[in-house]
């Protein structure tokens, strides 16, 4: 879920950086940012999410992107057929939420694995007394 998670990343974080020349990229650069820092989470303090605090926020970021979700989704039927959704602005927004909606239920699948104990990015430091030795 790690490899998952990074990736997923790594792919919001090109949104975002593709959102400069957009009209409205006050909207949709937070959008992938709030994704992209969840999925970011997940690859690399997995432990994190096991804390109580971050399963209610993950849960208000998934069910914000699931109405987004909802409210963008293409109203054409068989959006996804031929080329006109990459040039159909509508449904590549709603292509976008989807994408970012599937990345918060990862970021979900991923919490429910999630141990304190299994942050291994958190390496232990040795202390003084151990480094004297």
């Not at 709603?94 to 970021?107: D, E």
Request: charged share 20%; hydrophobic share 55%; net charge negative.
């Amino acid at each position: 879920m790690r490899f998952i998670n990074g990736f997923m990343c790594v792919v919001l974080i090109t949104f975002v950086l593709m959102q400069m020349n957009d009209p409205d990229f006050l909207f949709w650069m937070p959008v992938y940012s709030i994704a992209a820092v969840w999925a970011g989470l997940a690859a690399r303090h997995p432990a994190r999410l096991a804390r109580p605090a971050a399963a209610v926020l993950l849960g208000v970021a998934l069910a914000l992107a699931a109405v987004g979700a909802w409210w963008f989704w293409p109203r054409e039927d068989g959006f996804w057929q031929g080329v006109d959704w990459r040039h159909d602005e509508a449904a590549r927004e709603g292509i976008g939420m989807m994408i970012v909606t599937l990345s918060l239920v990862l970021v979900a699948i991923a919490m429910l694995g999630a141990r304190p104990d299994d942050d291994t990015s958190a390496a232990k430091r040795p202390t003084s007394s151990e480094l004297r030795e």
